[in-house]
């Protein structure tokens, strides 16, 4: 397990490196660098991690984004939200590298950097918090999935998907994209939708779960939404 972790982590980073050094015309450029270095680090530390406390979630993680069992409008949603974040990176590189459009502050950088850091944090919080934190959207029967109401989850319903808003606009700050900024509003958009088809087949497939949005009002941000 820990071996497919690490694969599939490189090939992630691969991936997401492609996507940003081909548009951008060159290997020179350190935010990228940096980006995906602490990308890699945080997530193979925090895969070690999970695979000493909750190995049952770990190997839910690493199954495909398509799985059987799961909704189909999930399967469509992330489809194309893989695709929006796909064309994001792209343009990043072509607004920040290519073309130069885009001057950001060092400080501004760091500032990108550190809420990246702290996004991926609350990720792995909510991970430890909840054991069925499946990348797809399917009743997890086989695992006894029940409502995690404790942690993060009692002031948000999502906590992960809220956690992923600092992500959105402290990449485009750290790789030095203005035009990056327009993504975050698009991509959290996706998963306010999909926040709001997961509860209507969590409140219609998991005891519990309809009691548990009545007494946690807020999906993503507290005293928001």
């Known amino acids: 397990m820990i071996a497919q972790m690490l694969i599939r982590t490189a090939v992630f980073i691969a991936i997401v490196a492609l ?7 060159t290997l020179h450029w ?3 660098w940096v980006y995906l270095a602490g990308t890699a680090i945080l997530s193979v530390a925090f895969g070690f991690r999970l695979a000493r406390t909750d190995p049952g979630l770990l190997q839910e993680r690493m199954k495909p984004v398509f799985q059987p069992g799961q909704e189909r409008w999930d ?37 990108g ?15 430890q918090e ?14 006894g999935q029940h409502v995690v109401d404790t942690g993060l989850y009692a002031h948000v319903r999502h906590p992960m ?5 600092p992500y959105f606009v402290g990449v485009p700050l750290l790789l030095g994209s203005w035009h990056g900024l327009w993504g975050a509003p698009v991509l959290t958009a996706l998963l306010a939708v999909r926040a709001v088809l997961e509860e209507r087949t969590l409140i219609r497939k998991l ?7 009545a007494r946690v009002r807020y999906r993503l941000i507290p005293m928001v939404w």
Request: hydrophobic share 65%.
């Open 75 to 111: 399967k469509l949603l992330l489809t194309i939200t893989l695709a929006a974040f796909a064309v994001w990176l792209v343009l990043m590189a072509l607004d920040a590298v290519r073309f130069q459009a885009s001057q950001v502050p060092l400080l501004l950088q760091i500032v």
């Open 30 to 32: 350190s935010a990228a």
């Open 113 to 127: 950097g550190i809420a990246v850091v702290v996004a991926t944090v609350i990720g792995f919080v909510v991970l």
């Open 19 to 25: 996507l940003l050094f081909v548009p951008a015309g």
């Open 161 to 165: 998907y809220a956690g992923a808003i």
């Open 130 to 143: 909840n054991s069925f934190a499946a990348p797809v959207v399917r009743l997890q029967a086989e695992r």
């Open 207 to 213: 005891p519990g779960y309809a009691d548990y949005a």
